[in-house]
């Protein structure tokens, strides 16, 4: 088996997605390991093997997409010498998931919820003996079948965790708060859903080509209706309260990351 995923939860799964129809790897190639319920669904599904806990030693390669409360519990039953792991777990340095697992060889990523669209941004960073026995190279190609791969320093990985694999969470705030404001003036609320995807959409290919800044420079008249929109979030505080979001998230991610 090249690749064991021990959780198929909503990131698990996208990422047994992505490489699948990438034919990165055959389903044949490819273990999964949820609650018996969810194992038997998704190995219905996309065609990977059901596994049991002791099928694991016999994987190249595990990715571990639980939370990162069930990693004390989990490690001990599937830490072998001969795998490779692959964390996703918001927190978890690669200290403690080699500690934990008893290897070097561990590889820790960042995705975000995008990877179920193939738009996912992800950071990755291991060790030299990760990088040694190919399981960063592994790594870089499996998530580069869900979106963008970014090599990251571990020490921003909790910053980046709190702001793009975060974000999706944020911006969906903006998204429902912004029909909300256009059902409150009498847009019905399915309307309002949609132009509020639409504008997100429209306005993420807009910045990739312009500054933040310009964009909402070349959308402002002067005394017209954006400017008062605007002049009523910034009495608000929403760059600061994004800002301090970010931060919010950043730190719990150091706090996850606390190993007894
Ligand atoms: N969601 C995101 O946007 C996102 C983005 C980047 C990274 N992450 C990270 O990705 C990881 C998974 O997140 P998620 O949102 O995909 O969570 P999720 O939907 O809750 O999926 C986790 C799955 O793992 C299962 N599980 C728990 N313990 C297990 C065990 N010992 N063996 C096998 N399966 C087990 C869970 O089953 P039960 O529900 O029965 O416990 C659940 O089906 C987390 O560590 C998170 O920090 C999440």
């Known amino acids: 088996m090249k690749l064991a995923i021990v959780g198929v939860g909503k990131m698990g799964k996208s990422i047994l997605e992505g490489l699948l129809r ?8 490819i273990g999964i390991l949820d609650t018996p319920e969810r194992t038997q669904a998704v190995a219905q599904e996309t065609g990977a093997r059901p596994l049991y806990l002791e099928d694991l030693r016999r994987c190249e390669r595990i990715l571990l997409s639980v939370q990162p409360k069930d990693l004390a519990a ?7 010498p001969n795998v490779g792991y ?6 978890v340095s690669t200290a403690v998931l080699s500690r934990r697992l008893g290897t070097r060889r561990v590889v820790r990523c960042m995705p975000n919820l995008a990877a179920t ?3 996912s941004s992800t950071a990755i960073t291991g060790p030299r003996e990760a990088e040694e026995a190919g399981d960063l190279q ?3 190609a499996l998530f580069a079948t869900v979106g963008d791969v970014y090599d990251l320093p571990e020490q921003l990985f909790d910053a980046f965790t709190g702001m793009s694999a975060s974000a999706p969470a944020y911006v969906a705030v903006v998204a429902e708060a912004l029909a909300d404001g256009g059902v409150k003036q009498g847009i019905p609320r399915a309307q309002a859903l949609r132009l509020a995807a639409d504008v997100l959409i429209a306005t993420g290919e807009l910045l990739r080509r312009k500054h933040p800044a310009v964009l ?3 959308v402002s008249s002067p005394g017209g209706t954006t400017i008062h929109g605007l002049a009523a979030l910034e009495a608000r505080g929403v760059r600061a309260a994004l800002m301090e979001a970010v931060e919010a998230a950043t730190l719990r991610g150091h706090e996850l990351g606390k190993d007894e």
């Open 22 to 29: 990438a034919e990165m790897l055959e389903p044949s190639e």
């Open 74 to 80: 989990l490690a001990p039953q599937i830490a072998h």
């Open 86 to 91: 692959i964390s996703i777990m918001a927190g």
């Open 117 to 119: 669209i193939g738009k």
């Open 138 to 140: 592994f790594a870089r």
């Open 216 to 218: 909402k420079d070349e």
